[in-house]
């Protein structure tokens, strides 16, 4: 066994990274020089999410490496370690321990060479929230010889899976002694994970449809943590139409998610059906999402999606191809937007990144089946805000933001730069999580560009709460929707963010076709709602106007419609008019088909506005609670 000592500083360690954004920088660096040739041997390949397993891997470089040579990888943060049968956060463990390299006894990482080559020193460095392990090779070694790099002890500590299913790159960087610069690797190492035991089935379908098209049933087993197709699953499984006498069909799936998707051809006459699942062998049961007919919905149909995840190279996890085919497969979107955060300086996004971006974006998209929109944030001390564009020609320019003006927490970068950056492209922005981590602000003026904003998200939900809530922008008059986002950060759009499978937000949208056009034009007309991440429909209006709409001239009361189909029992139906909740019902049903009839006296109803350039105004919006604590919310309705 290789001798492992800790590094005094010196030149070894002078340039190395120590924070996210050294890192980024360095990881941007890295992919215009040409790779360093070596061979990779990973133990293990693959891995079930949360498995606890010992993991390793060994280097064998293309060229002799000189004395000096100094190795980096990058220990992803969704990894975690085993203490004495304990799995915390790596962040918050290494945090406690000695540098974060030994507690006396045992080591997390060490680091061997060939028996004639034993003096190879390491280190764990804090980068952020990841950590690097950093070694240097006192002697040389010889082509073809192997550098071994284990991240667990064999009678030791072990290292826990995360949670999500994708490839989890260990980025490893390479600067020869003697030499200047890192190098990359011409194969990444890395463990693919895998789903774990089923634990439910998810049943989807189409929200809205007509009464004479089929319905595109699709059935995943999902395993028990929530989040990825299950590893282990083979069934027979009926399908059948909730209140239909009719017989269900059997059909048998397994993991293979091109033996999930099922037509069935719906028979009750009914606005809202629903279609269950039900393993024949299994306790397992699964209720898809209500489905109701275009004529409930002024013609339109119902999408759902997450404008608001992210991946790699961003500060996220997994590739835009496993964050999409996640969306599309796993969560049942019918569209998603994958963020790079354009002006952070902690995540380099350059113009190949931006060329790479559009062609993904346009690789996954597919009319009338699953569509994406490009997306980018950026963030001042105003707030955070993305950039969204309705299409991928020349209009879609980068850069797109404020990436080149410094730092982005510059009193100058205002959002009016920001604008007017846009102003001349196919695109709009809106704030999101604007309660937390800078919220957003609403003493500046409104600008046309920003038309909806974002409720809720995995950080929670800023309908009230203050001066950066969404009730407080519509308190000045403002003309915005209400969407939602999840923030994820896992590459799994449609899901709980950070490790967490809570506080999510998906936005719907009235739309007539499955178009990224149709789609973007929903959002710019505020035809849209939100929800905490379940596919529940809602429909809202005051006689030819549908939410996200401005009423003008409108004199005497005001017959408002309310329809909305649940995904479990909904508890409460509440309209709020300018702050306040004037009609709440509660059905304790899936389906509600309602009315609200204000009668008070509109003159008396109407604000003056909080900028000139806005009318005076008096809004109205829907808002679903059901039992299980999801939540929608239709933008609201403007009257005068």
């Known amino acids: ?241 909730v209140g239909s006498p009719n017989p269900g069909v059997s059909v048998g799936i397994g993991c293979d998610e091109d033996n999930t998707r099922v037509e069935v051809s719906l028979t009750t006459p009914e606005p809202f059906r629903y279609i269950q699942a039900r393993d024949l062998a299994r306790d397992l049961v699964g209720r898809s999402n209500p489905i109701g007919t275009p004529d409930t919905f002024g013609g339109y149909r119902v999408y759902f999606g997450d404008l608001h995840a992210h991946c790699r190279p961003c500060d996220g996890f997994g590739s835009m191809q496993e964050a999409y085919d996640h969306a599309y497969e796993i969560s049942e979107l019918d569209f998603a937007s994958i963020s790079h955060q354009q002006n952070s300086s902690n995540f380099p996004f350059s113009q190949k990144h931006w060329k790479e971006y559009l062609e993904i974006n346009e690789r996954f998209n597919e009319k009338d089946a699953f569509a994406t929109l490009p997306i980018c944030e950026n963030y001042s001390s105003y707030g955070h805000r993305h950039s969204l564009f309705g299409s991928l020609n020349d209009a879609c320019q980068f850069p797109v933001g404020p990436r080149h003006w410094g730092d982005p927490y510059d009193p100058s970068n205002h959002p009016d730069r920001l604008w007017a950056t846009l102003a001349d492209l196919d695109a709009l922005t809106f704030p999101h999580h604007m309660k937390f981590i800078h919220g957003t602000d609403f003493s500046i003026a409104p600008n046309e560009m920003e038309p909806v904003m974002e409720v809720c998200s995995r950080w929670g939900i800023s309908e009230y709460g203050g001066e950066h809530s969404a009730q407080y922008a519509l308190s000045q008059g403002r003309r915005m929707g209400l969407i939602g986002g999840t923030d994820n950060h896992l590459g799994q759009p449609g899901s709980g963010t950070h490790g967490y499978n809570e506080g999510r937000g998906w936005t719907a949208v009235l739309a007539k076709s499955l178009h990224r056009e149709a789609i973007y034009d929903a959002i710019r007309r505020r035809r849209c709602y939100a929800t905490t991440g379940a596919k529940i429909l809602i429909f809202f209006s005051l006689g030819e106007n ?75 919006y829907l808002r679903i609670t059901q039992q299980d604590r999801n939540q929608a919310w239709s933008s609201p309705i403007w009257v005068s």
């Open 1 to 241: 066994m290789a001798r492992v000592g800790r590094l005094k500083r010196g030149r070894a360690l002078e340039d190395i990274p120590r924070n996210r954004r050294e890192w980024g920088a360095l990881e941007a660096a890295l992919v215009d020089r040409d790779p360093l040739q070596a061979e990779i041997e990973m133990s293990p390949t693959s891995a079930q999410v949360r498995e606890a397993l010992h993991v390793s891997f060994t280097i064998r470089f293309g060229r002799d490496l000189a004395p000096g040579t100094a190795i980096l990888t990058m220990i992803p943060r969704t990894w975690k370690l085993d203490l004495n049968g304990a799995f915390p956060e790596i962040s918050k463990f290494f945090a406690v321990w000695d540098g974060g390299y030994s507690n006396g006894r045992q080591c997390l990482v060490r680091v061997d060479t060939s028996a004639e080559n034993e003096q190879a020193r390491c280190e764990l460095i804090p980068a952020g929230f990841e950590f690097l392990v950093f070694a240097e090779l006192t002697k040389g070694l010889q082509t073809g010889e192997p550098v071994r790099i284990h991240l667990s002890h064999p009678d030791g500590p072990r290292v826990r899976a995360p949670q999500t299913v994708q490839f989890h790159p260990f980025v490893t960087a390479v600067r020869i002694g003697g030499e200047e610069e890192f190098q990359r690797l011409s194969t990444t190492p890395g463990v693919k994970t895998i789903g774990g035991a089923v634990g439910s089935l998810r049943v989807t379908t189409q929200a809205v449809m007509g009464p004479d098209e089929a319905s595109n049933v699709k059935v995943v087993p999902i395993d028990r943590y929530g989040l990825n197709r299950a590893s282990d699953y083979a069934g027979e499984i009926e399908l059948l139409e």
């Open 546 to 620: 549908l939410m996200g709409e401005e009423a003008h001239g409108w004199t005497g009361d005001r017959d408002f419609r309310i329809v909305a189909a649940g995904t479990a029992p909904i508890e409460k139906v509440e309209v709020v008019r300018n702050g306040d909740v004037v009609f709440e019902q509660r059905p304790d049903a899936y389906i509600v088909d309602t009315s609200f009839c204000d009668q008070a006296t509109l003159s008396d109803l109407i604000r003056p506005a909080a900028f000139e350039t806005l009318d005076q105004f008096c809004y109205y």
